[in-house]
Structures are given as structure tokens and as C-alpha cells.
């Protein structure tokens, strides 16, 4: 089955500074590669996507970037704001209205 | 973007009794229904795919018998944790599909805490 690694685990950023979460998964049947941001008690909420036909997506301050031959993505944070502390999850999947895998997660903290 | 609600947000129950956790798709059909699970500082752990209709599909190691799902229509499925025991308490979490989305929404959580 599909096996997705995340690192790091934690990441402690200045605010203003950018962060960075990479992912890595298995199968290369995958083409679908959310990412997911959770705050306390909360549930993933979808922050940015990619499909395996696109190399690199970006919404505002946030960007993610795909090498389906390496297997890996990976998240962008730009200019980071204390609101951006929280557990980001990379996720894979074969579709978009499929299930997905989710890797561990990253804790960000945003200093101010 | 679609919404799925899910409630009750938060429950806490008494071991050995039953707890039922709905979720409903508000603005679209959810043919499928993804059911997770998240321990305390974990990752989602899928549980269950559940197709209209249809019985539930589970993941290894999860027991149909003590986690009942039903997806009778296309707006509700629900999540029935049989005769909950403590090590059941967990952050229930369910995600919606249907086949005019370009992707799956997620309910906001169910915490469980069963004392």
C-alpha cells in the first residue's frame, strides 16, 4: 500500500521568515497531493492541492511544487504569520474525490 | 467551497454504551463517505469507505462489528461505535465525495472521550 513520509515533525520559523514541509510517498499510481493545515480540535482544512499533470502550484503566500519522478512534494510558506502555527498534513491519493493517505504531520510555529 | 457537517462536535459517554456520529453533506450528493480516526498527536488513519447503498468497506484491523456504518441516502452517513470502551476515544473524523466534486470535504471532527 501507500507509504507517506513527512518531514520535519516539528518546525519552529521567525515570523516573516518562509517554511518549508517536504513529503514523500510510494506509489506512483498516486496523482492527487493535498495539503491539509489542523488547528487545535479542529479537522484538516484543504489549504492548497496538486495533480500530477501540474509541476508547481501557488495561492498567495502558499505554494507547493511536485516531482512525481522523485515521488516527492513539497509545501511553501511564505512570509509566515503566527496564524500560520498549526499541524500541516501532507496527503496522497489517487483522485480528488478519493480517499487519501495522510503522512505524520508537521507542528509549525510561527514566532513572533 | 461544499460543506459537511458532522456532529456532535464533542461527546463524552460511559463505557460499554453506543455513540452514533452523523455526518451530513449539505450542498451536494456524498456518494462516498471516508470515516478517519486521529489519536492525540497523530496522523488520520483511515477507518472506513462507505458507497451509497452499498455496505461499508474497512480498512485492516478496524472491526465492522464495533464501528456501524450507514449510508442510507446521499446527504447522511452515520458512525455507530458500538459498546465503546476507553481505548476507543479518539478524534472521529468523516470526509464527503460525490460525483460532481473535484474533491472530498471534510466534517469538522467528532472528539469522543469514553470514561
Not at chain 1, 9 to 32: F, H, M, P, R, W
Not at chain 1, 48 to 59: A, T
Not at chain 1, 81 to 97: K, L, R
Not at chain 2, 105 to 111: D, E, N, P, V
Request: aromatic share 10%; glycine share 8%; with cysteine.
Amino acid at each position: 500500500g501507500e507509504n507517506v513520509e513527512q518531514h520535519p515533525s516539528t518546525l519552529s520559523v521567525q515570523e516573516g521568515d518562509s517554511a518549508v514541509i517536504k513529503c514523500t510517498y510510494s506509489d506512483s499510481a498516486s496523482n492527487y497531493f493535498p495539503w491539509y493545515k489542523q488547528e487545535l480540535g479542529k479537522g484538516p482544512q484543504l489549504i492548497i492541492d496538486i495533480r500530477s499533470n501540474v509541476g508547481e502550484k501557488k495561492d498567495q503566500r502558499i505554494a507547493v511544487t511536485l516531482n512525481k519522478t522523485a515521488k516527492h512534494f513539497s509545501l511553501h510558506i511564505t512570509e509566515t504569520q503566527p496564524e500560520d502555527s498549526a499541524v500541516y498534513f501532507c496527503a496522497v491519493g489517487e483522485t480528488s474525490y478519493d480517499k487519501v493517505i495522510f503522512g505524520p504531520g508537521t507542528s509549525l510555529s510561527v514566532i513572533p | 467551497g461544499a460543506v459537511v457537517s458532522q456532529h456532535p462536535s464533542r461527546v463524552i459517554c460511559k463505557s460499554g454504551t453506543s455513540v452514533k456520529i452523523e455526518c451530513r453533506s449539505l450542498d451536494f450528493q456524498a456518494t462516498t463517505m471516508f470515516w478517519y480516526r486521529q489519536f492525540p498527536k497523530q496522523s488520520l488513519m483511515l477507518m472506513a469507505t462507505s458507497n451509497e447503498g452499498s455496505k461499508a468497506t474497512y480498512e485492516q484491523g478496524v472491526e465492522k462489528d464495533k464501528f456501524l456504518i450507514n449510508h442510507a441516502s446521499l446527504t447522511l452517513s452515520t458512525l455507530t461505535v458500538a459498546s465503546a470502551h476507553p481505548e476507543d476515544s479518539s478524534f472521529y473524523i468523516c470526509s464527503g465525495a460525490g460525483t460532481m466534486n473535484t474533491e472530498a470535504f471534510f466534517g469538522q471532527g467528532t472528539r469522543l472521550t469514553v470514561v
